[in-house]
């Protein structure tokens, strides 16, 4: 009688507790899996180019006697002399001998260096030219050799590895601004490496300047040397998206009317495909 009581007693306790308890288990055990949480996902940045997209600085390259220098940059090159002689011999480049004259090649896109083009002619049109870089702050000289003797070891002068390396640490001397001029910086290019660039104008028959942004974040700059001898000449410098200079290439420009009259070929996919430029002599 006692068990029946108390089993009694437990399922009055049981029946009266409140349903939501019952309710609540069961939510427990019936709960659909908790909704992913949204995550922002890191938005990918490319690199920025080296160059302004919207402007080009219209000034040329100019070269300067030494008359026309101010009385600074006299001075400066004056207390260079003894260094860039030094490296000069290290490229077996004689100044001692023979007459020399000195220009200024003013190059407005890298304020920050005095550049000089040296040359000596010698008997029968022989030549030897180099140009000189030195950094205003400190004096530091870098030099560029070009001809010597008319030897061909410096020539193709833009091509060549070491001139661009040369031109790389110039660059890593000067303040780096977010974006620099890309026409003005080609130009300082070329005439460090032994050209005297006149970039065609409007009414030219031959493509204005360019700057191409292509694949693997690198930029082109694209111009036509009008002053090269015997016939104007594409330049193509191929800049990294810091800068740096990676490859030059020339060739025989062609005036808009012979792009016209001969179109380069295109491949499958319809892009241009361009043979490799013949080697070019002179400047």
Sequence with gaps: MKSFCLIYMACAVVFTLPAGVFSAAQTTHEMSPAAPVEQELPVATLPLPPFALDRSEAAQVRFLAGSEMSAADRALAASAQAEIDRQARRA????????????????????????????????????????????????????IPL??????????????????????????????????????????????????????????????????????????????????????LEWSLS?????????????????SQEKLTHPAPVDERGKEVHPAPAPVKGR
């Design 92 to 143: 077996s480049i004689d100044r001692s001998r023979g007459s020399w004259t000195a220009n200024q090649i003013d190059c407005p896109a890298l304020p920050d260096h005095l550049f000089l083009r040296y040359q000596r002619a010698g008997w029968m049109g022989v030549r030897t030219i180099f140009s000189a870089a030195i950094l205003r702050a400190s004096g530091r000289v870098e030099l």
């Design 147 to 232: 001809v010597a003797n008319n030897h061909s070891g410096f020539w193709p002068a833009p091509v060549v590895q070491a001139n661009i390396a040369a031109f790389n640490r110039i660059r890593n001397q000067e303040p780096a601004p977010q974006e620099s001029d890309w026409l003005g910086t080609g130009l300082c290019y070329a005439a460090l490496a032994g050209a005297q660039p006149r970039t065609a104008a409007g009414e030219e028959p031959y493509p204005a300047p360019a700057l191409e942004l292509g694949s693997r974040d690198r930029a082109v700059v694209r111009f036509t040397d009008m002053a090269a001898f015997p016939q104007p």
């Design 239 to 255: 800049f990294d998206h810091r800068g740096k200079l990676l490859k030059v290439t020339r060739q025989p420009a062609l005036s």
